[in-house]
C-alpha cells in the first residue's frame, strides 16, 4: 500500500480557508477513461492498466490542500505526473475526475466565461519555455494578460513598470527578449505572472532549463517575492534540492500518486517508504532537520542556564551557539514552554555523521 503522510482527511467539502483544495483528481488519458473511476481496474499498476484498457494514468486520486501564502512544491521523477497535475489545476488539461476549489469556487464545474475570468484575473503559471512574444518590448510583454483584460495602456504600462522594477529588470523595459540571458527572459515570464495580481501562482519547472548559477538566483528571487508578496504559490519540480530549499510543505508523486506530503524536515526526517528513503539519501541533514527531530525529553535534573531555541530550528542554524555553550539547549514550541533538550551529542551524531559520510 502506498504510505502518504499529512493527507487531508477526504470527508467531501473543501476546508473554507483553504487557498486550494485538490480532492479526487484523476486524469486517465485514453478512450472509456471515465468508465474506469470506481472499478477494480482503477486498483491496477499503471503499466497494467495501460496493457488491459490501453488508457494511462496521469493524476490519480489526488488530494491536497494549500493554505494561503504557502508555497506547496510537487516534486517528482519525469513521468510521475507533476506536470499533468499542475495543468489540471487550471484545467488546461481537462480532469477526469474530481474537485479543484480555488478561492472557493470549484473550476471544474466553472464554465468557459467563469473559466477565463479566473485564468486572466486569479492564477498566473510560470512554465519552462518562458513563451515570451519575440515582436515585443520587456514592458509589454509583462503587460501582455492586462492587455487582454482590456486595460488601458497608460495604465498597463505603468503596473508593469512596478513589477518590472520589482523582478530586478529596471533598465531593460524597452529591451525585446532575444536580447537577454535565459535568467533574464525568466525573470520576464515570472513579472507577466505577477502583474495581474493573481492570488494563485503556479510554476511548471521554470528554471530546469537554465544554468545550476542563475538557476539558484532564480530560487532566491521566488523566495524574496515570496516574502515581500506573501503570494500562494505551486511549484513544480524534478529537483530535490529545489523542493527543499523553496518548499513550506512538498508533496511527492510517482506513476500518477501520491506518496508523501509533508514539510522538508518531515520528509527527510521520516521517509514514508523506500522511494522516498531513496530520494533523500544524499541530503545534508544538518541543513533540513530541525531540533524536533534531534531532541529527548526534558529531564528533572536539566539545566536551565542553556540556550532557548525554537523546536522548528534547523540543527546546523543551532550548532555553532549549541556546541559553544557549557549547558544543553532548551527546545521550546510556539508558546515558549520547554518541550525537549538538545546536548551536543545530538548535534554531532548529524553533524558529524554528515561530514564523516562518503562521498
Known sequence: MTAVVDQPEQTGAATTDAALSVRGLW?????????????????????????????????????????????????????????????????????????????????????????????????????????????????????????????????????????????????????????????????????????????????????????????????????????????????ITHDLQEALKLGDRILIMRDGEMVQVGAPDEVVAAPADDYVRDFVSDVPRSHVLTLKWVMRDPRPDDSMDGPVMKADTIVRQAAKAALASDHPVRVVDENDRVVGIVDDDAILRVVVAEEEAPA
Open 27 to 235: 486524469k486517465i488519458f485514453g478512450s472509456g477513461a471515465e468508465k474506469i473511476i470506481g472499478t477494480p481496474d482503477a486498483e491496477l499498476s499503471r503499466a497494467d492498466l495501460k496493457q488491459k484498457t490501453g488508457c494511462v494514468v496521469g493524476v490519480k486520486d489526488v488530494s491536497f490542500e494549500v493554505a494561503p501564502g504557502e508555497v506547496f512544491v510537487v516534486m517528482g521523477l519525469s513521468g510521475s505526473g507533476k506536470s499533468t497535475l499542475v495543468r489540471c489545476l487550471t484545467r488546461l488539461i481537462e480532469p477526469t475526475a474530481g474537485e479543484v476549489v480555488i478561492d472557493g469556487r470549484d473550476i471544474t464545474k466553472a464554465g468557459a466565461g467563469d473559466l477565463r475570468e479566473l485564468r486572466r484575473t486569479h492564477t498566473s503559471m510560470v512554465f519552462q519555455h518562458f513563451g515570451l512574444l519575440p515582436h515585443k518590448q520587456v514592458i509589454d510583454n509583462v503587460a501582455f494578460g492586462l492587455e487582454i483584460r482590456g486595460i488601458s495602456k497608460k495604465e498597463r504600462r505603468a503596473r508593469a513598470g512596478e513589477i518590472v522594477d520589482l523582478v530586478g529588470l529596471t533598465g531593460f523595459e524597452q529591451s525585446y527578449p532575444d536580447q537577454l540571458s535565459g535568467g533574464m527572459q525568466q525573470r520576464v515570464g515570472l513579472a507577466r505572472a505577477l502583474a495581474n495580481d493573481p492570488s494563485l501562482l503556479l510554476f511548471d519547472e521554470p528554471f530546469s532549463a537554465l544554468d545550476p548559477l542563475i538557476r539558484r538566483d532564480m530560487q532566491n528571487e521566488v523566495i524574496r517575492l515570496h516574502h515581500e508578496l506573501g503570494k500562494t504559490m505551486v511549484f
